[in-house]
């Protein structure tokens, strides 16, 4: 480009850049207006960066702006600029240099359009999710004192009839008045169960560097009602500490060694082993039993909630303590596995380290 403002002609291209204009077209030609607009897209006047352009080269050795093709299109090109001087140092004229990124920059809009999509639909689902927790907190509510109270009545008019009346009664109408009362206390337990398991959904975690071991011997207290009367030997090996919320994983020991002392019941010894696996890589816990067992091919039912494979007259359950496990290991990052053999004992894995698996597998 050269004349009396350099950057205003348009002397030589040795191959035109823009499709349909030729170079006979294009010589002597003002480049605004030609090649590129006199005011660009968002209103600037592109040709006040072409006078800057010529003015000092050096200040703008890489520049992007729009152009024109002869379609009146306006593609997007990047320029690297560079001065041609005489070998006196006269100005002889500005070597430019273009790169049509127009697609580039499309792509980059859209993206920037995706991202402001995705980032609305992120806003819509979190404001989804607290509706949905809010309404899960009502829910709550009720389950917790409107069903309750129905059910402490049923219990408490079942206990005055047997206890008060029970003369007047039948040894069949006791019978049955028994049960409707074992039903309500059971149905009592499974309320508890599943407002448990809604909360180790919603609340938060509150993580700590914690000895499991010493969790592992409060639950041994805890359920000590469950040993009376039974010869229960309970080995504690290795525990290594770990990072967790304390009052979770008790719940994960309570569920799992409460299990293993449901299920031992029918040993004339029951032995209760509590340790440990570590591979250097990761620990792996585990709550092993020499309980009844079941058939491993239904092991991938056992964590869901109200999946039972034993019957409730020979062992009582709600089905949901699994399920809790469950839950409270994949919130730490974690997962549980288990391994059974029938009238062999049962084995639970878990593990509280980030990982992309789930679901119920063999950890060991």
Not at 12 to 31: D, H, K, M, Q, V
Not at 70 to 75: A, F
Not at 343 to 360: A, C, E, I, M, Q
Request: glycine share 10%.
């Amino acid at each position: 480009m050269v004349g009396g403002d350099p950057g205003l002609v348009i002397e030589y291209l040795a191959e035109p850049p823009y499709p349909g204009i030729g170079p006979g077209e294009l010589l002597e030609r003002n480049a605004v207006g030609t090649i590129v607009p006199e005011v660009n897209s968002d209103g600037d006047r592109t040709g006040d960066l072409v006078h800057r352009i010529c003015r000092d080269p050096s200040t703008y050795t890489i520049n992007q702006n729009e152009n024109l093709r002869k379609d009146g299109s306006r593609p997007f090109i990047t320029w690297t600029n560079r001065a041609i001087v005489g070998e006196d140092g006269t100005p002889l004229g500005i070597l430019c240099v273009g790169n049509d990124i127009t697609r580039l920059r499309d792509a980059e809009e859209e993206n920037h359009r995706l991202y402001a999509e995705l980032e609305e639909r992120v806003r819509q689902r979190t404001e989804d999710l607290r509706l949905a927790n809010s309404e899960l907190e009502s829910f709550t509510y009720t389950v917790s004192h409107d069903l309750r109270s129905p059910l402490r009545a049923i219990y408490g008019y079942t206990y005055i009839l047997l206890q008060e009346h029970q003369s007047d009664l039948s040894g069949l109408a006791q019978r049955y008045l028994d049960l409707i009362s074992q039903n309500a206390r059971r149905m009592a337990r499974l309320i508890d169960d599943l407002l448990n398991f809604s909360r180790t959904g919603r609340q938060a975690l509150n993580l700590h560097e914690l000895e499991p071991s010493v969790l592992v011997i409060e639950v041994i207290d805890d359920l000590s009602g469950e040993q009376r009367d039974r010869q229960v030997e309970i080995t504690i090996g290795d525990l290594p500490p770990c990072r967790a919320d304390p009052a979770m994983l008790k719940q994960v020991y309570s569920n799992l060694i409460g299990n293993a002392l449901k299920f031992t019941r029918t040993r004339e010894t029951a032995r209760i082993e509590i340790g440990s696996l570590d591979d250097g890589e990761e620990v792996v816990y585990y709550v092993r039993d020499n309980g009844v067992g079941f058939d491993q091919r239904y092991a991938h039912t056992l964590l869901q909630v109200f999946h039972r494979l034993h019957d409730t007259r020979e062992y009582e359950g709600t089905g949901v303590g699994l399920a809790i496990v469950q839950r409270i290991t994949e919130r730490h990052g974690g997962r549980v596995g288990v391994e059974s053999v029938p009238d062999r004992g049962t084995t639970f894995y878990f593990k509280l380290s980030p990982d992309d698996g789930n679901g119920t597998e063999h950890l060991g």
